[in-house]
T-cell receptor, first 111, second 117 residues
Framework: GQNIDQPTEMTATEGAIVQINCTYQ??????LFWYQQHAGEAPTFLSY????GLEEKGRFSSFLSRSKGYSYLLLKELQMKDSASYLC????????????FGAGTQVVVTP | EAQVTQNPRYLITVTGKKLTVTCSQN?????MSWYRQDPGLGLRQIYY???????DKGDVPEGYKVSRKEKRNFPLILESPSPNQTSLYFC????????????????FGPGTRLTVT
């Protein structure tokens, strides 16, 4: 079966850095997405990785290691508005278009 | 404005009464998908569609039906709703999920909160 694991919750201070890990065990791999979801709102796209390495987008970076089944989302210079749930999703080669999400990591930013 | 719309936003219904949640996008996207979100379980994919007249099951399709007769619309049908289908539902669309780059970004609708009593 498929398994995608993320920590349930992380707390960090404003201005700090937080790293959210995502590990996956899936039958085939065709890319990994990160989404941000504020309470009561819809998810919004942050990043997509299909090749190994680091992708940087402003304060957010995402890393992928396909051989280790591992990704992380790095949030730098944390701001209060970054308090949200961060969702990791894997697209497998089982069925093109099928997405599996982790349960999400709630990040709490404190002053 | 580019967007995904869902209706209704909130619905309380009774067991067994057929209902449809509509989803529409105005971005000419090929890929559309339905998810349900429950506490502690994250988002789970119900059905998805790669293009018109092409639909496939996600991880939790039981009790749901979909259709994709035209590109912009992807309704979710619950023929006989049951209390375990009480959930927050999201529709999403993407220009092309399989191609790396901005085209595989999924845009989500605002969500439909469904309660089945």
């Amino acid at each position: 079966g498929q398994n995608i694991d993320q920590p349930t919750e992380m707390t960090a201070t404003e201005g700090a850095i937080v790293q959210i890990n995502c590990t996956y065990q899936t039958s085939g791999f065709n890319g990994l997405f990160w989404y941000q979801q504020h309470a009561g709102e819809a998810p919004t796209f942050l990043s997509y990785n299909v090749l190994d390495g680091l992708e940087e987008k402003g304060r957010f970076s995402s890393f992928l290691s396909r051989s280790k089944g591992y990704s992380y989302l790095l949030l730098k210079e944390l701001q209060m508005k970054d308090s949200a749930s961060y969702l990791c999703a894997v697209m497998t080669t089982d069925s093109w278009g099928k997405l599996q999400f982790g349960a999400g990591t709630q990040v709490v930013v404190t002053p | 404005e580019a967007q995904v719309t869902q209706n209704p936003r909130y619905l309380i219904t009774v067991t067994g009464k057929k209902l449809t949640v509509t989803c529409s996008q105005n971005m000419n996207h090929e890929y559309m998908s339905w998810y349900r979100q429950d506490p502690g379980l994250g988002l789970r994919q119900i059905y998805y569609s790669m293009n018109v007249e092409v639909t496939d099951k996600g991880d939790v399709p039981e009790g749901y039906k979909v259709s994709r007769k035209e590109k912009r619309n992807f309704p979710l049908i619950l023929e006989s709703p049951s209390p375990n289908q009480t959930s927050l539902y999201f529709c999403a669309s993407s220009l092309d999920l399989l191609t790396s780059g901005s085209t595989n970004e999924q845009y989500f609708g605002p969500g439909t909160r469904l309660t089945v009593t």
